[in-house]
């Protein structure tokens, strides 16, 4: 059993940078991966970021390259999501999950789900 936890969420104007984080507990994770995904009202859960725990490997999202970066402390436990030149479409609850596996951008596939984060960028 694998326990996250997000936090680091709120409002900002566009243009701005916001950073969260996701604390991860229960276990070693190894061979886990762990997923920022995001969801707005009336859409479906997008992906955002991956990172396997062990190696370092990430993913990120076609609409998000270039501007967010996810990142790992192993120390901490934590991943992080450093998020730069916010716009008002990236408005949505982030949600950070776990899954063991190598990587993965489909949300259906990761089986632990932290509770959520609200972002919300101002125009």
């Known amino acids: 059993q694998v326990e996250v936890v997000e936090s680091g969420g709120g409002l900002v104007q566009r243009g701005t940078s916001l950073r969260l984080s996701c604390v991860a507990s229960g276990r070693t994770l190894d061979s886990y991966i762990v997923g920022w995904f995001r969801q707005a009202p009336g859409k479906e859960r997008e992906f955002v970021a991956s990172?396997?725990?062990?190696?370092?490997?990430?993913s990120s999202g076609d609409s998000v390259q270039g501007r967010f970066t996810i990142s790992k402390d192993k120390a901490k436990n934590t991943v992080y999501l450093q998020m730069n030149s916010l716009k008002p479409e990236d408005t949505a609850v982030y949600y950070c999950a776990a899954v063991q596996s190598f990587l993965s951008n489909n949300w259906r596939a990761y089986a632990y789900w932290g509770q959520g984060t609200q972002v919300t960028v101002s125009s």
């Open positions: 990172i396997r725990w062990s190696g370092g490997v990430t």
